[in-house]
């Protein structure tokens, strides 16, 4: 069996023997399914029943609040009486106390309570119901508007669409900078993550004292590339178990919770008090189906815009240029910081070779924001051929569309430095590897790498 | 069996051996001698390919020493270690392997050391659990688990305790007496004295003693080792 066979397969069995890279593999879906679930559950989970009383002073609010499954507002009549109830009746847990008017219109409102303070949910339902009911008195009383006119006003919808005037094709911006993001995100994260293992792995190697034994036996070039390419296997592994776990996590939870979902989407009944003076009512009847209409085109719009956006979008390509640049965007990056190991004999003094190292991918991650504006502009351009950059500004580029020529050649020119890097990473890497307790500075690396 | 010509070899401006030629006998044991930081580490890495020499050859059974010649040699460094997250059995295999023996050939192998060393037990056990002392019994295992004709310790003594010591030294006459040639870096002169059939007393980078164990403390009548070392180095001085 080949000696660097030998080489990776232990580097990936090891690896993929621990603990940390299972914890590492369960813990991102869960934490994907996480953030999936608990707003949903949340949602649904049933709120404590809670009575408000109200008492209006000014004589615009009585009567006027809406009691609906988790909040009962009563009539107070007098501050006083409600006062009692609040302290004697278990079903009062607030009072709602609007002052006399002293200018045209109410400027303050009381909620009380008695020792527990009312919910989250209470008081903005009760804010929430006190700017609508003033709304609908100055709009009905004030200017003479009525409940259709405002259903009108309110359901007005106009859908803005990014057309390429040539082809009439839709653009769907949002959702390729979403996808652009993440995939550029993605490489990232992959490269710096397994690059640093690499670069772990050589350090454990050399301080554990085993590396002069080892080369004895393999060459110290496959001792490292072994490395690099173990770790590599490793990081492709944990990305597809990523992938499929989070499709089984979500899959399940979709199953096992549809009542849930369902519960969720359906809006709670509102119960109208009859209480309420008539126009007030037909006010809100109509203003809850505008609300409706508009939520319900709103949604139909978003989800439209997501589903035809990716369509739009040629996964095909997509996933192969993901492959590429995150199979050779990290083995750039994995060589050096394997050179990186093997010059230090602790993580502290590794910082000052692995900051410089990673500046190129940090800084096209932060300047990420600023290309969104023009993905296609000169800089983004330039950034997305420059080998030690393109494979985060690519990604995020390619759901935009990117003209052939620049892919390739941005492909040609990665295939050909991470030779080169890895050619040098060696020749710091054979050189460092043996050296104990000397601090290498950049200018030695600089003499390893021409001589 | 290897024959040393001339060996030159600098660190930028620091001269590690200079000139250096020596000659190991097949089936001797042969002793590098010397204080510390006199170039024998250098020499010994040398050999082993490890580092590559300015100048001078290096001929193994009469012909220039290739990799493959290297991969035969059984070598233990000065600065050896394990790793520490794996259990020894699966590290004994692997280090076995890469020095080309096959699976079931290494672990048959292996079985039969642990068996006779008694150290059977320790199979599954992680290395970071055992002692130092058991860690280089691991380490000399797996040194000449291949059969190699020709062994290199460096400073094998620096280290063990006195009974691996001494486990040592004996495993070291029984691999001579099976036919290996043995090459090991000291400074204790008292077991090169035990053990060696040529040594070579290596000073600031030079050869400047070297034969055979019995002409050279013929011609040194009264003295021991020790004596002969410091009045060498001190005359040199």
Known sequence: MNKILLVIQREYLTRVRKPSFWILTLVVPLLLAGIYA??????????????????????????????????????????????????????VDAIVYIPARETTLPQQAYLYYQSDAPSVAVQSDVNVQLQEILRNCILLDVHGITPEDYALLTSTHIRLRTQDIETGRDGFLQVKSVVGIVLAFLVFMAVFLFGSQVMRGVMEEKSSRIVEVVVCSVKPFQLMMG??????????????????????????????????????????????????????????????????????????????????????????????????YFIFGYFLYASLFAAVGSMVDNETDSQQFTVPLTLPLLLSLLLLPALLNAPSSSLSQWLSIIPFTSPVVMLFRIPFGVPIWQIVLSMALLLATFPLCTWAAAKVYRRSILRYGQKTTWRQVIEHVVK | MLQISHITKNFGSYCALNDVSLQVRRGSVFGLLGPNGAGKTTLIRIINHIIAPDSGTLLFDGHPM????????????????????????????????????????????????????????????????????????????????????????????????????????????????????????????????????????????????????????????????????????????
């Not at chain 1, 189906?289 to 990716?310: F, H, I, K, T, W």
């Not at chain 2, 009548?221 to 060498?232: Q, V």
């Open chain 1, 38 to 91: 608990i707003p949903i559950i949340l949602a649904t989970r049933p709120i404590e029943h809670a009575g408000v009383m109200v008492v209006d002073q000014s004589g615009i609010f009585s009567g006027q609040f809406r009691s609906h499954r988790n909040i009962t507002y009563y009539e107070g009549g007098s501050l006083e009486y409600a006062r009692r109830q609040l302290r004697q009746n278990d079903s």
């Open chain 1, 227 to 324: 490395k690099v390419v173990g770790v590599g296997l490793i990081g492709l592994t944990q990305f597809a178990l990523w992938v499929a776990l989070s499709g089984v996590a979500m899959g399940g939870l979709r199953l096992a919770n549809s009542g849930l979902f369902e519960q969720a989407q359906s809006k709670p009944v509102s119960q109208i008090s009859t209480k309420g003076a008539e126009a007030t009512a037909q006010f809100q009847a109509a203003r809850i189906q505008a609300e409706q209409y508009e939520a319900g085109l709103g949604v139909d719009n978003s989800v439209r815009e997501l589903v035809e956006g990716m369509a739009n979008i040629n996964f095909g390509l997509l996933l192969g240029v993901f492959l590429f």
């Open chain 2, 66 to 237: 290739t990799d493959a010649d290297v991969a035969t040699i059984g070598y233990l460094p000065e600065e050896r270690g394990l790793y520490k997250k794996m259990r020894v059995g699966e590290q004994a295999i692997y280090l076995a392997r890469l020095k080309g023996l096959d699976k079931a050939e290494a672990e048959r192998r292996l079985h039969q050391w642990f068996d006779r060393l008694e150290i059977s037990s320790w199979w599954n056990r992680r290395v970071e659990e055992l002692s130092k002392g058991m860690q280089q019994k691991v380490q000399f295992v797996v040194t000449v688990l291949h059969q190699p004709q020709l062994l290199i310790f460096d400073e094998p003594f620096s280290g063990f305790d006195p009974v691996n010591a001494d486990l040592l030294k004996r495993e070291i006459l029984r691999l001579k007496s099976l036919g290996a040639t043995i090459i090991f870096s000291t400074h204790n002169m008292s077991s090169a004295q035990e053990l060696c059939d040529d040594i070579a007393l290596i000073d600031q980078s030079r050869v400047v003693l070297s034969g055979s164990l019995s002409h050279i403390r013929s011609q040194h009548p009264g003295l021991d080792l020790d004596r002969i070392f410091i009045n060498t180095v001190t005359r040199h001085e």
